[in-house]
């Protein structure tokens, strides 16, 4: 297993548009992580799931960011009508079982810009 | 809420200098304390962590003690190295509630020959 890998690394949208990610995460991992980090800050928190249920989603998910994780393997991030602002890298991490005990592995992310 | 607060960068060293970067949390209860690292062109990884206060997390020559009483997880390196630099973040995860990390805002360190 080659880790947690995201697709596509790089993608340029125009405002308004739809976009969606994968993450493909460890294959044993039972938990995923969605993050969005800006130029210069932290990955800020998105969405978790533990297997196939999304367990907790943060308020600066809105109503246009959706995310999937079907049979618990892969997942979704989707951004309808994108704006300027949702320009961002988007990092997936898995880990097995709680992070208390383990260790989140992290993929490269996708750097989406909005035009 | 929880929080992290690092010391802004980026810090600026020579080679076999002693390095610390600061940081300082807000939680409620006992949470996990944890140092990633971000090499340029790779992915966030785990550096250290401390479960538990007065644990100290060590890996790579880097340590760092968990001090419930100042609220702190202060990263520290006896002597750094050019293959050091990156951005390092401290995080935690509270004990209840959220199970995912909150990073802080990242410590950018260049070490120079």
């Known amino acids: 297993d080659t880790g947690v890998s995201q697709d596509p690394r790089h993608k340029i949208t125009k405002r308004g548009q739809n976009v969606t990610f994968r993450c493909d995460p460890i294959?044993?991992?039972?938990?995923l992580y969605w993050y969005r980090q800006t130029l210069g800050q932290g990955p800020e928190f998105l969405t978790y799931?533990?297997?196939?249920?999304?367990?907790?989603k943060s308020r600066l998910l809105s109503d246009r960011f959706s995310a999937e994780r079907p049979k618990g393997s892969f997942s979704t991030l989707e951004i309808q009508r994108t704006e300027q602002g949702d320009s961002a890298m988007y990092l997936c991490a898995s880990s097995l079982g709680s992070l208390r005990d383990t260790e989140a592995f992290f993929g490269q992310g996708t750097r989406l810009t909005v035009v | 809420g929880d929080s992290v607060t690092q010391m802004e960068g980026p810090v600026t060293l020579s080679e076999e200098a002693f390095l610390t970067i600061n940081c300082t949390y807000t939680?409620?209860?006992?949470?996990?304390l944890f140092w990633y690292v971000q090499y340029p062109g790779e992915g966030l990884q785990l550096l250290l962590k401390a479960t538990k206060a007065d644990d100290k997390g060590s890996n790579k020559g880097f340590e760092a003690t968990y001090r419930k009483e100042t609220t702190s997880f202060h990263l520290e390196k006896g002597s750094v190295q050019v293959s050091d630099s990156a951005v390092y973040f401290c995080?935690?995860?509270?004990?209840?509630?959220?199970?995912?990390?909150?990073f802080g805002s990242g410590t950018r360190l260049q070490v120079q020959p």
């Open positions: 294959s044993e991992h039972n938990r």
């Open positions: 799931f533990q297997n196939e249920a999304q367990l907790e």
């Open positions: 995080a935690l995860i509270p004990d209840t509630g959220r199970r995912a990390l909150t």
């Open positions: 939680a409620t209860g006992y949470p996990s």
